[in-house]
């Protein structure tokens, strides 16, 4: 099933971009409204916005990409997002699916969590149960999915918002791939229903002082202490995402504010984020430029034993930071 390539070519005209006249960073995030394409199945469902614009998972030299990556900044319903979402993939043919092992209890695609960031450990109860606690102590919605396709095609959303402003968390971050290795698990996975109902959290105000060039964005690395900074010449489009590593990463979507090719981008952030906990920058492991839709891409992967993974991957003026110190 390749749905990928033939799309492309509409998706990135649709960003559009603003900076500051300073060129600093601005609440404002900018990208795709509701309605425009993420892939040839699904499109920004209404209470999201696409940062920056899709970025292509991975590439070939020929030009078609094997896959593709969103960031969707969550300002509206959460629930009815990211049902959208759901009910987007059941019309493309596919079967979102769950991780369900307790067979005595229903299937939920979401969770309410009376959890912490980053290390989401707390209490978790499927959305509408009556076990919810009472109080005005900030939950946080954890919404998942996953699908697959033929030819290896496999589709997973992830929706976390949480009330907490501090770190900022509401976005859906949708991953698809190509020639994946991974498959159904029957006895493990259900098919996941639909959400539905009041959302149980309100996406707070995307922060009026994101951090501007020079400023530390991320989890400090551990056990070292270092800081991811933002470079200048670049912008956030919206706080930057908590990584799942424990020692220390993030997810983030920055523009250019200085007309910056895609090469010298990838190429000035692949130096930035791998020299900070590498002894020099390796060889990448995977470095593929491909022209898409008439946009210049580039992913670049590093990665080495115990210090971690970087990856770069470069839409036009937007770059999707995904820096992870495992």
Not at 27 to 47: E, R
Not at 112 to 131: E, F, H, K, N
Not at 289 to 316: D, E, F, M, Q
């Amino acid at each position: 099933m390749r749905r990928v390539a033939a799309l492309l070519s509409a998706l990135f005209p649709l960003v559009a971009g603003c900076a500051d006249d300073d060129g600093g960073g601005s609440a404002a995030p900018t990208g795709a409204p509701p309605g425009s394409p993420i892939t040839a199945d699904l499109t920004v469902p209404p209470g999201t916005v696409l940062l920056g614009a899709p970025f292509p998972y991975a590439a070939t030299d020929d030009g078609p990409a094997a896959g593709t990556e969103a960031l969707l900044l969550v300002d509206g319903d959460p629930v009815a997002a990211f049902a959208g979402l759901v009910d987007q993939v059941r019309a493309a043919g596919l079967v979102p699916l769950i991780y369900h092992p307790d067979e005595d209890a229903e299937p939920a695609a979401c969770q309410v969590a009376d959890v912490t960031y980053p290390d989401a450990v707390g209490d978790r109860w499927p959305l509408g149960s009556d076990d919810l606690p009472d109080g005005d102590d900030p939950l946080a919605l954890e919404c998942e999915t996953h699908a697959f396709g033929s030819d290896g095609y496999r589709l997973d959303l992830k929706l976390v918002v949480s009330e907490r402003t501090d770190p900022y968390l509401s976005f859906v971050r949708i991953t698809e791939v190509q020639d994946s290795l991974s498959s159904p698990l029957p006895d493990l996975e259900a098919e996941a229903p639909t959400p539905a109902g009041d959302a149980p959290v309100t996406p707070p105000p995307v922060p009026d002082d994101l951090p501007g060039p020079g400023d530390p964005i991320g989890v400090p690395f551990a056990p070292s202490g270092e800081e991811h900074r933002l470079l200048d010449g670049y912008e956030l489009l919206a706080p930057p995402v908590t990584s799942t590593c424990a020692t220390g990463g993030f997810v983030a979507v920055v523009r250019g504010t200085e007309g910056q090719s895609t090469g010298d981008a990838v190429d000035t952030w692949v130096e930035h984020l791998g020299g900070e906990s590498f002894a020099q920058v390796p060889a990448p492991d995977g470095d593929v430029s491909a022209t898409i839709g008439g946009v210049p891409t580039r992913r670049v992967v590093l990665s080495g034993a115990g210090a971690g993974t970087v990856t770069v991957t470069g839409a036009g003026e937007h770059v999707l930071l995904d820096r992870c110190n495992d």
